[in-house]
């Protein structure tokens, strides 16, 4: 996720370049990433439920 009170450096229509929190499973800990890149194809979308 977008690190707090942080907008993307850079923002495009298929990727974001900016300031993120990401957990890192070696660690097990939530670590801060400068400069990174967040494809928005690469990422999970967000699931859509059933409408009743």
Same mark, same amino acid.
């Given at each position: ?6 907008? %993307?450096?850079?923002?495009?229509k298929t990727y974001e ?5 990401c957990f890192d499973p ?15 194809e690469m990422s999970e979308?967000? %699931?859509?439920? %059933?409408?009743?």
């Amino acid at each position: 996720m977008r690190a707090a009170n942080m907008e %993307p450096l850079v923002k495009t229509k298929t990727y974001e370049r900016g300031s993120y929190v990401c957990f890192d499973p070696n660690t097990w800990e939530t670590v801060r990433k400068e400069n990174f890149v967040v494809y928005y194809e690469m990422s999970e979308k967000r %699931p859509t439920l %059933p409408q009743h």
